[in-house]
T-cell receptor, first 111, second 118 residues
């Protein structure tokens, strides 16, 4: 499975935008970029996924670099409830790929 | 999104006993379910992939005779930790993949089961 690299931790202020980066230089053409987040003592929660084009949903936006070697998860207005570990994961759609979690980025949000 | 439940949410057992954890997809069918474990301050580690009606596929280093997985129906998978020991204490999380509809790419996770072995 292709590997992703994320910063260990980031801080944000409440109601400000947050940009969470992810590097995936070995991504293959059939890898989808998935983002999940995990609140303390809970199972991971799906956030967003994409292949080549930028994606928006009610939770976040996903900006994918043109060469697909990096991506950025954007939370438009961070709230205290967004404090979690965010995981960027590559999944090979065609092979029904497993979700292999890296270390993720622990996001803290200050009031 | 679709809902995955786990039962129990937490369990405490004595060393040497076996513990069964259930994972259910409540409003969708899942031919594939996954089992993860997570130690404190660490990421999730995939243990095995469970396919309905067939044997589970275990990740390297995971003892299949210790972690028994059964996926007897499209909505239920079970993980049995046999002869549990304190080092098996962990947070066990299951997930299920919806086989159809617009959510095909999504994998839904259960809330986790906290196992403590005394």
């Amino acid at each position: 499975d292709a590997k992703t690299t994320q910063p260990n931790s980031m801080e944000s202020n409440e109601e400000e935008p947050v940009h969470l980066p992810c590097n995936h230089s070995t991504i293959s053409g059939t890898d989808y970029i998935h983002w999940y987040r995990q609140l303390p003592s809970q199972g991971p929660e799906y956030v967003i996924h994409g292949l080549t084009s930028n994606v928006n949903n009610r939770m976040a936006s996903l900006a994918i670099a043109e060469d697909r070697k990096s991506s950025t998860l954007i939370l438009h207005r961070a709230t205290l409830r967004d404090a979690a570990v965010y995981y960027c994961i590559l999944r090979d759609y065609n092979q029904g790929g497993k979700l292999i979690f890296g270390q993720g980025t622990e996001l803290s949000v200050k009031p | 999104g679709a809902v995955v439940s786990q039962h129990p949410s937490w369990v405490i057992c004595k060393s040497g006993t076996s513990v069964k954890i259930e994972c259910r997809s409540l409003d969708f069918q899942a031919t594939t379910m996954f089992w993860y474990r997570q130690f404190p301050k660490q990421s999730l580690m995939l243990m095995a992939t469970s396919n309905e009606g067939s044997k589970a596929t275990y990740e390297q280093g995971v003892e299949k005779d210790k972690f028994l997985i059964n996926h007897a129906s499209l909505t239920l998978s079970t993980l049995t930790v046999t002869s549990a020991h304190p080092e098996d204490s962990s947070f066990y999380i299951c997930s299920a993949r919806d086989v159809g509809g617009s959510s095909y790419n999504e994998q839904f996770f259960g809330p986790g089961t906290r196992l403590t072995v005394l």
